[in-house]
């Protein structure tokens, strides 16, 4: 099974800061990597697959990153809408695992 | 327009049974395979099983191996996974999810089940 880590596990960016997770698996996995997004209470929503292709509907000031084991999710400029939990998640193999989360508040 | 809508949960005794559904519409099971996940309260997400377009292939995740069992009835658009022997730790909501070129790009609003006794 392939281990997904993400770090940090909380970052707290003031408004219109840049805002940087990152995201390691246990083994290359190419560009077979997504990223999530989950407000409270809500359904986890696609942003980016394929390492760095936005999902339809995804702001441009998000934008990603990486290959093989190192990737990087990038808010440009953190709008209050952003704040959430992001989820990385590599799907070159079953079991699709996830990465644990990184909290994104607003400071 | 793509729709996920799961139903089925609740709460159960440990080591009970509950059989979870996902009915779908907007697309053909026949032409996406289709995964339930599930999140622990205050949780990260978790694939707990897969099923293909084809129906050829099903996985489960190991800690509910031997004791789920997913599958689907493509004439009601509609995958199902059947929980037994269930555990406390087996307490989440549990979505399905839409397999797009192998990500996930639609999920269900998901069902709560809860374990106890």
């Known amino acids: 099974e392939i281990v997904m880590t993400q770090s940090p596990d909380t970052l707290s960016v003031s408004s219109g800061g840049r805002a940087t997770l990152s995201c390691r698996a246990s083994?290359?996995?190419?560009?077979?990597l997504a990223w999530y997004q989950q407000k409270p209470g809500q359904t986890p929503r696609l942003f980016i697959f394929?390492?760095?292709t936005r999902a339809t509907g995804v702001p441009v000031r998000f934008s990603g990153s990486g290959s093989g084991t190192e990737f990087t999710l990038t808010i440009s400029s953190l709008q209050s809408d952003d704040s959430a939990i992001y989820y990385c998640?590599?799907?070159?193999?079953?079991?699709?695992?996830f990465g644990q989360g990184t909290k994104v508040e607003i400071k | 327009q793509v729709q996920l809508v799961e139903s089925g949960g609740g709460v159960v005794l440990p080591g009970r049974s509950l059989r979870l559904s996902c009915a779908v519409s907007g697309f053909l099971l026949t032409d996406y395979g289709m995964h339930w996940v599930r999140q622990a309260p205050g949780k990260g997400l978790e694939c707990v099983a897969v099923?293909?377009?084809?129906?050829?292939?099903?996985e489960h995740a190991d800690p509910v191996k031997g004791r789920f069992t997913v599958s689907r009835d493509t004439s009601k658009n509609t995958v199902y996974l059947q929980m037994n022997s269930l555990r406390v730790d087996d307490t989440a909501v549990y979505y399905c999810?839409?397999?797009?070129?192998?990500?996930?790009?639609?999920w269900g609003q998901g069902t709560l089940v809860t374990v106890s006794s």
């Open positions: 999810a839409r397999d797009q070129n192998y990500y996930f790009d639609y």
């Open positions: 083994q290359s996995i190419g560009a077979m």
């Open positions: 394929g390492a760095s």
């Open positions: 998640q590599h799907y070159g193999a079953w079991p699709r695992t």
């Open positions: 099923i293909s377009h084809d129906g050829s292939f099903k």
